[in-house]
C-alpha cells in the first residue's frame, strides 16, 4: 500500500488521524480492496487453487512446538513438494496454514504486520489471548471467501508469557476458536496425525521429545492421507518443525530436522505402523 501524496505534498487524512492500534482497522478504512476477504469473484468462478494440508502442534515442558508437511495439492495433483506451511507471527507465536496456500500466506503476512503495528503504537507485546483474538477476526473476515470455496483454516501457537506455559488455539472457517488441552492437528490429515498425538503425548515431554512426536504424527498422517507429505529422503525435503519457549521462536534446522526423519524411518523399516502405547 502506497500513500498518495501528489498534488498536496502530504500524507492523506487517515495517515493522520488518531485511531485504534489495528492495522487491519486502519486498512478497512482506507484501502479496504487490500484485505483478503474483500475481493469479489465472479459468480460462477471455480478455482482450483493448491491447498496446504497437515499441521500439528503439542505442549511440552517449558514451550510448545508447531510443524507442518511439506505437500500442497491441487485436485488429485501435487502442486507443490516443499511449500512452507509454518511461520513465526512474532517473537513468541507462530501460526501452521492450512486451507488455500496462497490466501493462507497473505493472511499470515497481514496478521504479522497487525503485531507489529500494535507493538509499535502501544509500544507493548500483545497478550497471547489478545493475538488469538486477532486472528480469529482476520479469520471472519476472509467468510465470504471461504464460502466459495477458499478457505483458511490455520493453527495457532504460541509462549505465554504472563502464564509461563505453550499454548494452542484451533480456529473453523468462521473464525470460531478453541484453546486446545496438550496437542492438536488440523488439515486434511488430522483425523490420522491426532490418533497418532493421542497415543503418543505425555505431559512429560521434553522439547527433543515433542519435536520427534510432531514428525511421528506427520508421518502417520502421510501414511493414511494423499494430500499429506511424509520425509522425502531422496529430495531432502522434510517437515518445518519450530519450537516456541520463553526464549522466543526457533525454527529447527534442516539438519536437526532429517537426524529425526532418519530416525523414524529407520525404525519404522522394522515396524511399520510406528511405536505402540501400552495397552493399559
Do not use: W
Not at 500494535?118 to 489471548?129: D, Q, R, W
Not at 508469557?161 to 486434511?188: H, K, N, P, Q, W
Not at 519457549?245 to 532418519?262: C, W
Request: glycine residues 12%; negative net charge; charged residues 25%.
Amino acid at each position: 500500500m502506497e500513500a498518495n501524496t501528489r498534488g498536496t505534498g502530504r500524507l492523506p487524512d487517515a495517515f493522520l488521524t488518531a485511531g485504534s492500534s489495528s492495522f487491519i482497522e486502519f486498512l478497512a478504512d482506507y484501502s479496504p480492496e487490500l484485505l483478503p476477504g474483500r475481493r469479489v469473484l465472479p459468480e460462477g468462478l471455480t478455482i482450483d487453487a493448491p491447498h496446504g494440508t497437515t499441521i500439528v502442534a503439542a505442549v511440552f515442558d517449558g514451550g510448545v512446538v508447531i510443524a507442518g508437511d511439506r505437500r500442497a495439492t491441487m485436485g488429485n495433483v501435487i502442486a507443490q513438494r516443499d511449500i512452507e506451511k509454518v511461520f513465526p507471527a512474532d517473537e513468541y507465536s507462530a501460526v501452521g496454514i492450512a486451507g488455500t496456500a496462497g490466501l493462507a500466506v497473505e493472511m499470515v503476512r497481514l496478521f504479522q504486520l497487525e503485531l507489529e503495528h500494535y507493538e509499535k503504537i502501544e509500544g507493548a507485546v500483545l497478550s497471547l489471548e489478545g493475538k488469538a483474538n486477532r486472528l480469529t477476526t482476520m479469520i471472519r473476515g476472509n467468510l465470504g471467501m471461504a464460502m466459495q470455496g477458499l478457505a483458511v483454516v490455520p493453527l495457532f501457537a504460541g509462549y505465554d508469557l504472563d502464564l509461563g506455559r505453550g499454548r494452542i488455539f484451533s480456529y473453523d472457517v468462521t473464525g470460531g476458536r478453541s484453546e486446545e488441552r496438550g496437542f492438536t492437528a488440523t488439515g486434511s490429515g488430522s483425523v490420522f496425525a491426532r490418533g497418532s498425538l493421542k497415543k503418543l503425548y505425555r505431559d512429560d515431554l521434553t522439547a527433543d521429545q515433542a519435536a520427534t512426536l510432531v514428525v511421528q504424527a506427520l508421518y502417520d498422517a502421510a501414511d493414511d492421507d494423499s494430500a499429506t507429505g511424509g520425509p522425502d529422503m531422496a529430495r531432502k525435503i522434510f517437515p518445518i518443525v519450530s519450537l516456541i519457549t520463553e526464549d522466543g521462536f526457533r525454527r529447527l534446522s534442516d539438519d536437526e530436522v532429517s537426524t529425526i526423519a532418519h530416525s523414524i524411518v529407520e525404525h519404522r523399516n522394522a515396524r511399520p505402523n510406528g511405536p505402540q502405547a501400552p495397552l493399559l
